[in-house]
């Protein structure tokens, strides 16, 4: 089989890694082996993760990402189910709460976190993390002008840039996980980010 055009090489990369991961786990991940599954060469993956923990958080990043969006339908549903003003703030509450304390979710922050930075300074996996990241927008901004549309949120709020301050605000809870305790930080995140969700 032909290599794969250097558009695609990261991602043939990023495929195989999470297929593998998901095989074998992080123990058992064999860089050997994803770069001959993804038809690709040493220095690809070089290029494009710097080298085997690049590549784990690159592959459980979108891994996270496909996850996320696997959960649009489910969430879609639930915000259907929100009725009031009150209902809806109380729901993202319960986000914010979750982002905050479950260990799961920690870990997948985490992850993301990692996977931003790894990727500063590496345009094609920036490129691939922000058309992602895009889709990840797009399916809060979906939630959010459903709700609009019923009349129980803000109508004039954008609800693009707040879908982005909202990530912006559970990714930055990251940074103060040393010296700020949970309870602390949703003390003032929750009422942040509710208030421009309020009706006038």
């Known amino acids: 089989m032909p290599p794969a055009p250097p558009a695609t090489v990261a991602q043939s990369i990023l495929d195989a890694a999470i297929v593998h991961l998901e095989k074998f786990g992080i123990a058992g ?11 690709a060469s040493h220095g ?6 710097t080298n085997r923990e690049g590549l784990i958080r690159a592959a459980e990043y979108e891994r996270y990402l496909r996850l996320g969006m696997g959960e649009r339908t489910e969430l879609l549903e639930m915000m259907d189910q929100v009725a009031t003003n009150d209902e809806f703030c109380g729901f993202i ?11 799961e979710t920690i870990k997948m922050r985490h992850a993301r976190v990692a996977v931003h930075a790894n990727a500063l300074d590496r345009p094609q996996l920036m490129a691939s993390i922000n058309w992602l990241q895009d889709g990840y927008f797009t399916t809060q901004t979906e939630v959010l002008e459903r709700a609009q549309a019923r009349g129980i949120i803000n109508p004039d709020l954008d609800v693009y840039d707040y879908a982005a301050f909202l990530h912006g605000l559970a990714l930055g809870r990251t940074f103060t996980e040393g010296t700020v305790e949970p309870d602390a930080w949703l003390a003032v995140a929750i009422p942040a980010a509710t208030a421009p969700l309020r009706l006038p």
């Open 93 to 103: 509450a319960a986000q914010l709460t979750r982002i905050a304390t479950d260990p």
């Open 29 to 39: 991940f064999r860089t050997e082996q994803v770069v001959k599954d993804a038809h």
């Open 44 to 49: 690809s993956l070089r290029y494009h993760f």
